[in-house]
């Protein structure tokens, strides 16, 4: 495969095709790390201020990136930019392009609703169907797409949980209201809601922001875990949270991406003296 | 220093005793205008009670199941069953149409369409809202009734020849049907005001995580904000169906006004009575004290038929979640 592409790749630049193979050739040159979301000159707006402006990042697959940066800095709205969430704002649009898996989730065909689908979103705040009980929220998503079969649906809700550690917490009380847990649990259940659609992506958008340390500290761990299988980009305005579960950090300020590199690196030596000014709490 | 700390002292003292004062009149203000609904509930029950005894006394509980009504003195004979039928099958013409219309109206104000369509809309809504109701009775009589005469009644009949009971009947336009219709959009704006203040207060929070699991707008407002605010819309349905059963001149001008057996509905296209058009046709005219006393039972019905209305829809949203078959095997 990987041969042939490189073959292709050669054949079509040599024809002057350039433009139309560009996504392939891309591809195959960065073979050795594989880029599951590719950001590229990204705006995002409301009404007529612009809120993040050209930014460019490629994440990598099954692998945590941190956004980072101090209020106001977009990173929420860049994230929010990457399943289309943006655009429900009134007033808010966003143009670029965003590359999922080689598709343009920004392209004319694409129909925002199944984009997402497949890349799943936690909130600041855990929001839980109030109304639904635990099992419920967590088949909310497979029975909203139309799944019917109650077997696969137990399957799918005891793994989703078990993969959001709350399995053996609420084993027992399944069908229990989900705003009767505590609020990290309620975090998890969001996890687990959004882990049952079974995304590729999951967008995090500071996930333990309304929660206590000991609540906080079970969500990290659970982003660790589950980078085996998801490739996990979250917003977190700490920065020890960043430097705890990131392998990539992206600085952000007043809408430009200022850097992005290896966790490592944005921490322990950024080229830019803004990040080092950030990253040592000089404002922020 | 000293006229400092003394003016110091005068103050607080003041202070503490007026706070007092201030804290007792507030409670006596909200306690006694918590007390008069009380009151009124009261003092309403009262002299219905009171002025239906007659009636009951000269007819037993049959008043409500029998269906003459004969005012002539010596052969008095009253019932109430036709005018509690057409109260029902008015009202229920008008939330069968005006419910789904206000909702649709609601969600397409709080939900889809953007703030600068949506604000002036809202607007618009509450001022028909304030149209007072004798302004669309007059209209229903003297233009709407022939529109649904002509383009409803007449076509219907055209085709089914009366042989579908629910639509038979020679069309007429001062009808049950005309009245549910009217008596609808009356209501639309009220119920579509409240589902739409009552949908705000869902928190976007709720609405994202449905999109965030793929949910189109419309799946959205079904899975995420109608259940969130369901006891509200329900409220607000009761708030215009209480409104429908009690209208009184609107229906008096549009439904036919039939007295006797004959205003037992037998098609939605027949002419009909409701309760409170009945007692705002006679009132005036009342020939005895049995009549009169017929016609404060009515009145007496209407607030059973209310309350019990409310009690119902009370208990309906109360429901507890459902659980669903997948967690119960677990």
């Given amino acids: 495969m990987a041969i042939e592409e490189t073959f292709d790749a050669k054949e079509s630049?040599?024809?002057?095709?350039?433009?139309?193979?560009?996504?392939?050739?891309?591809?195959?040159?960065?073979?050795?790390?594989?880029?599951?979301?590719?950001?590229?000159?990204?705006?995002g707006w409301y009404g007529s201020k612009r809120a993040i402006k050209d930014v460019n990042l490629n994440v990598r697959e099954k692998t945590v990136t941190a956004f980072i940066g101090p209020s106001g800095c977009g990173k929420t709205t860049l994230l929010r930019c990457l399943n289309r969430m943006h655009e429900m704002t009134p007033g808010a649009h966003a143009d670029g392009r965003v590359v999922v898996d080689g598709i343009d989730i920004y392209g004319k065909s694409i129909d925002p609703v199944v984009?997402?689908?497949?890349?799943?979103?936690?909130?600041?705040?855990?929001?839980?169907?109030?109304?639904?009980?635990?099992?419920?929220?967590?088949?909310?998503?497979?029975?909203?797409?139309?799944?019917?079969?109650?077997?696969?649906?137990?399957?799918?809700?005891?793994?989703s949980l078990k993969n959001a550690a709350l399995w053996e917490e609420v084993k027992n009380e399944l069908e229990k209201p989900g705003m009767s847990l505590s609020g990290g649990q309620q975090q998890r259940l969001c996890i687990a809601r959004a882990l049952a659609m079974q995304p590729e992506v999951l967008l995090m958008d500071e996930p333990t922001s309304s929660l206590d340390p000991i609540g906080s500290?079970?969500?990290?761990?659970?982003?660790?875990?589950?980078?085996?299988?998801?490739?996990?980009?979250?917003v977190t305005h700490n920065m020890q949270q960043a430097a705890r579960v990131s392998d990539f950090t992206a600085f952000m300020y007043l809408g430009d991406l200022i850097e992005y590199g290896s966790t490592n690196q944005i921490f322990m030596k950024p080229e830019k003296e803004l990040t080092e000014r950030y990253i040592s709490g000089k404002f922020g | 220093m000293t006229s400092n700390s003394k003016n110091h002292r005068n103050i607080s003292s003041l202070f503490v005793m007026r706070k007092k004062r201030g804290d007792r009149l507030f409670y006596g203000l909200v306690i006694g205008a918590a007390g008069y609904t009380l009151l009124m509930v009261a003092l309403v029950a009262f002299s219905v009670t009171r002025g239906s005894i007659d009636i009951f006394s000269a007819e037993g509980i049959g008043f409500v199941f029998q269906s003459n009504w004969n005012a002539v003195e010596g052969r008095e004979s009253f019932g109430a069953f036709p005018y509690i039928i057409g109260t029902l099958l008015s009202s229920a013409i008008a939330m069968a149409i005006g419910v789904p219309?206000?909702?649709?109206?609601?969600?397409?104000?709080?939900?889809?369409?953007?703030?600068?369509?949506?604000?002036?809309?809202?607007?618009?809504?509450?001022?028909?809202a304030a149209v007072p109701s004798i302004i669309y009775g007059l209209w229903a009589l003297f233009v709407f009734r022939f529109w649904v005469r002509d383009l409803i009644e007449k076509p219907l009949y055209d085709v089914f020849h009366g042989s579908i009971p629910f639509f038979a009947k020679t069309p007429f336009g001062l009808d049950i049907f005309t009245a549910g219709i009217v008596l609808a959009i009356m209501i639309i704006p009220i119920i579509s005001s409240i589902c739409r203040e009552v949908m705000r207060v869902v928190p976007d929070s709720q609405r994202e995580a449905a999109y965030s699991l793929g949910a189109t707008r419309w799946e959205t407002v079904r899975m995420a904000v109608f259940p969130y605010v369901k006891s509200g819309l329900v409220g607000a349905a009761m708030l215009g169906l209480g409104r429908a059963v009690g209208e009184t001149i609107l229906v008096t001008m549009v439904i036919g006004n039939v007295i006797g057996p004959g205003a037992i509905p037998t098609s939605i296209f027949s002419q009909g009575q409701t309760l409170a058009s009945l007692v705002a046709n006679e009132f005036n005219e009342a020939s005895s004290d049995l009549h009169l006393s017929a016609l404060i039972a009515l009145g007496a019905i209407l607030l059973v038929l209310t309350m019990g209305i409310n009690i119902v829809a009370r208990l309906l949203v109360k429901k507890k979640i459902k659980v669903s078959s997948g967690a119960k095997s677990q």
């Fill in chain 1, 217 to 234: 500290s079970k969500i990290e761990e659970l982003v660790r875990t589950l980078k085996d299988s998801v490739t996990i980009i979250i």
């Fill in chain 1, 13 to 43: 630049m040599t024809e002057g095709h350039s433009l139309t193979r560009e996504p392939r050739i891309n591809e195959t040159a960065e073979s050795t790390e594989r880029f599951k979301v590719r950001i590229e000159n990204v705006n």
């Fill in chain 2, 101 to 128: 219309i206000s909702l649709a109206i609601a969600i397409f104000i709080s939900e889809i369409a953007p703030p600068r369509i949506g604000t002036p809309l809202s607007f618009i809504t509450e001022l028909l």
């Fill in chain 1, 115 to 159: 984009i997402r689908r497949r890349i799943g979103m936690v909130f600041q705040k855990p929001n839980p169907f109030p109304t639904m009980s635990i099992f419920d929220n967590v088949a909310a998503g497979l029975r909203l797409n139309g799944m019917r079969n109650k077997t696969i649906i137990r399957e799918i809700v005891e793994e």
